[in-house]
C-alpha cells in the first residue's frame, strides 16, 4: 500500500519473449513514416499536437491490427514498461523503451493482432504512445471495434497490482516495484478479460478516500487525482468521451485509510471520527459517479481483509445506506480466502492471488443485473 515515488531513468532496455519463431527488435525511431494511429483505446488519454497520446494511469492498452510480418509500437516512454501482445500471445516485454520505435517481426504473413499494454505505475511522469507501424510490405489495419461491456476499476495498490510478479515479499534485490508490477495481471483486468469487457484500471498506490498510507501526504488523498487524466498535472481534468459508459463501476478505497493506526497531528483524533468522515466522503464520491454514469450503472463498493472489521464493516453500512435511500443498484463486496498467500512486494497480494480474487470478482458480477 506504500506509494511509488519518482525514479531516476534507467537505460534503454529490451526484454523478449520466448515464443518460437518471434524476434524483438528496437529500430531508431522513424516518425515520419508512422501511418497515422488507427488503435482501440479506453484507457485516459490527451491527444498531443505531435500524434502523439499522453497517458499516466496504471493498465492503459492499446489494440490494433494489421497484416504482415512485423508491426512497430511508436513510443516516447523513459518511465514505464510494456508487454506486447501478437495473437493473444505476450512476445516481449519493453522496459522503459525511451524514444524508439519497437519492433515485433518474423511473423506469418496474415492477418494478426496486436496489444500493447503498459504494467507499472507512473504517477509523476507520463508516456506517449504514437500508434502501430506495418513492417514493410504489410498494413495497419482498421481498429478493432469496441467491446459493448465496460468496466471502470477505482482503487489502490491492490487495484493496481502493485508487486504482483514478484514471488517475494521483499523485492528490493530484484528489481524492485516497478520491475514486479504488471497491471495486466491484476484482478480487474483478469476479470474484465475473461468477461469480454473493454476496462479502465483508475487506481493510485498509497491514497485513500479520506487519508493516505501511515497518513503520508495530508491534505491529499484519491480524490484529489480522480477526476485528472494525466495525474502529474494540477487542474488537469479527463474529457469523458460519450463512448464511455460502463455498466459496472468497482470501488476499493479504504485499506490506506484503515491500514495504520493514527499518528499525532493527523485530522482525526480518533478512529471513529476517521471512520465518520470517511463515510461522508465516500458518499460524495458515489454521488458524484452516480451523477457522471447515471442511474443504470451498477457500483460496487468493495473491501479486503484487513485484520480488524473496520474497513468491511464501514463499508457495507455505505452500501446499506445508499440502498435504504432508494438506490438499489449499489451493492457490497468483500473479498478474502485462505488461500491468497500475499507473496507480492510489501505483502501485497501475488499474482496467483490476483486470479484468486478475480474469480471471485466475476462470481460476484454474475449475481449483479447488469443487463449486459
Not at 8 to 26: K, N, Q
Not at 269 to 292: C, I, M, N, P, Q
Request: with cysteine; glycine share 12%.
Amino acid at each position: 500500500m506504500e506509494t511509488p515515488q519518482p525514479r531516476s531513468l534507467s537505460r534503454r532496455t529490451l526484454v523478449t519473449g520466448a515464443a518460437a519463431g518471434l524476434v524483438a527488435g528496437v529500430a531508431a525511431p522513424s516518425w515520419a513514416s508512422a501511418a497515422p494511429p488507427r488503435f482501440h483505446t479506453v484507457g485516459r488519454v490527451v491527444e498531443a499536437a505531435d500524434g502523439f497520446v499522453r497517458y499516466s494511469w496504471p493498465g492503459i492498452h492499446f489494440e490494433g491490427r494489421f497484416r504482415g510480418r512485423g508491426v512497430g509500437m511508436v513510443l516516447d516512454d523513459s518511465d514505464n514498461d510494456y508487454d506486447v501482445q501478437i495473437d493473444g500471445t505476450t512476445t516481449a516485454t519493453l522496459v522503459t523503451p525511451g524514444r524508439t520505435t519497437a519492433w515485433i517481426k518474423g511473423l506469418a504473413d496474415t492477418e494478426h493482432r496486436v496489444r500493447l499494454v503498459k504494467r507499472t505505475e507512473s504517477p509523476w511522469g507520463e508516456g506517449r504512445f504514437g500508434g502501430f507501424v506495418a513492417a514493410p510490405g504489410g498494413v495497419i489495419l482498421a481498429r478493432p471495434p469496441a467491446r459493448r461491456r465496460q468496466i471502470e476499476y477505482i482503487g489502490d495498490s491492490y487495484t493496481v497490482g502493485y508487486g504482483n510478479v514478484s514471488g517475494t515479499r521483499d523485492c528490493s534485490n530484484n528489481g524492485g516495484v516497478n520491475r514486479n508490477t504488471d497491471a495486466d495481471l491484476s484482478f480487474g483486468a483478469l476479470a474484465a478479460q475473461s468477461l469480454g469487457a473493454d476496462y479502465q484500471v483508475n487506481a493510485f498506490s498509497g491514497r485513500g478516500m479520506v487519508r493516505n498510507y501511515n497518513g503520508g501526504s495530508p491534505g491529499t488523498d484519491f480524490r484529489t487525482y480522480y477526476d485528472r487524466a494525466l495525474l502529474n498535472i494540477e487542474g488537469d481534468v479527463w474529457r469523458k468521451p460519450a463512448s464511455w459508459r460502463p455498466q459496472a463501476v468497482v470501488i476499493g478505497l479504504g485499506l490506506n485509510d484503515f491500514s495504520t493506526p493514527l499518528n499525532p497531528g493527523e485530522s482525526w483524533a480518533t478512529e471513529a471520527e476517521l471512520v465518520t468522515a470517511y463515510e461522508s466522503a465516500y458518499h460524495g464520491f458515489l454521488d458524484k459517479l452516480r451523477a457522471r454514469y447515471g442511474p443504470r450503472t451498477f457500483l460496487v463498493v468493495s473491501a479486503a481483509s484487513l485484520g480488524t472489521t473496520t474497513f468491511a464493516d464501514t463499508v457495507e453500512r455505505i452500501a446499506r445506506t445508499r440502498n435504504a435511500r432508494g438506490d438499489d443498484r449499489v451493492g457490497h463486496w468483500y473479498y478474502d480466502d485462505p488461500a491468497l498467500d500475499h507473496l507480492g512486494c510489501d505483502w501485497h497480494p501475488s499474482a496467483r492471488d490476483h486470479r484468486i480474487i478475480s474469480g471471485l470478482l466475476e462470481e460476484h458480477l454474475a449475481t449483479l443485473p447488469l443487463c449486459w
